[in-house]
């Protein structure tokens, strides 16, 4: 199967199926004309990889998982893997949590602006001479 034939059985872009070999994501031939060429399980895996980005995984750790998935084998490595990526976003979170918070913070503040948050709401004050 070519590129274009790939990307539109999964919806993957052709950009984003280049990436996914250049990362050893996924595999292809080469015709003689140097064509990328598919397999019929290249739908499958991408369906797999997609689901994996969504769920938050980067490229490196998709890598790593593969082996365990091809052999259908859970490890213990594989689920650290998993546990170690979920406590990752978990700590992405709370950041983005607290950048939410703080900027309620703000906006209540420039709703209500005060003399202590707001400089031009102060009374000048005289230059001692």
Same mark, same amino acid.
Request: net charge neutral; charged share 20%.
């Given at each position: 199967? !070519?590129? =274009?034939?790939? #990307?539109?059985? +999964?919806?993957?872009?052709?950009?984003?199926?280049?990436?996914y070999?250049?990362?050893?994501l996924?595999?292809? &031939? !080469? +015709?003689?004309?140097?064509?990328?060429?598919?397999? =019929?399980t290249?739908?499958?895996?991408?369906?797999?990889?997609?689901q994996?980005?969504?769920?938050g995984?980067?490229s490196?750790t998709?890598v790593?998982?593969?082996?365990?998935?091809? #052999?259908?084998?859970? &490890?213990?490595?594989s689920?650290?893997?998993?546990?170690a990526? !979920?406590?990752?976003? +978990? #700590?992405?979170?709370?950041?983005?949590?607290a950048?939410r #918070?703080?900027?309620?913070?703000?906006?209540?503040?420039?709703?209500?602006? &005060?003399?202590?948050?707001?400089?031009?709401?102060?009374?000048? &004050? +005289?230059a001692a001479?």
């Amino acid at each position: 199967m !070519r590129i =274009g034939d790939l #990307a539109a059985a +999964t919806g993957a872009s052709v950009r984003s199926l280049r990436y996914y070999e250049q990362q050893g994501l996924l595999t292809a &031939t !080469r +015709t003689s004309g140097g064509q990328r060429s598919y397999a =019929g399980t290249s739908v499958e895996r991408v369906r797999l990889v997609q689901q994996l980005f969504a769920a938050g995984l980067p490229s490196r750790t998709i890598v790593q998982l593969l082996p365990c998935v091809d #052999a259908g084998v859970a &490890t213990a490595e594989s689920f650290a893997l998993l546990v170690a990526e !979920r406590d990752r976003i +978990t #700590a992405q979170l709370a950041d983005l949590e607290a950048a939410r #918070a703080r900027l309620d913070e703000v906006i209540a503040i420039s709703e209500h602006p &005060t003399p202590e948050h707001c400089p031009a709401l102060r009374e000048p &004050t +005289t230059a001692a001479a």
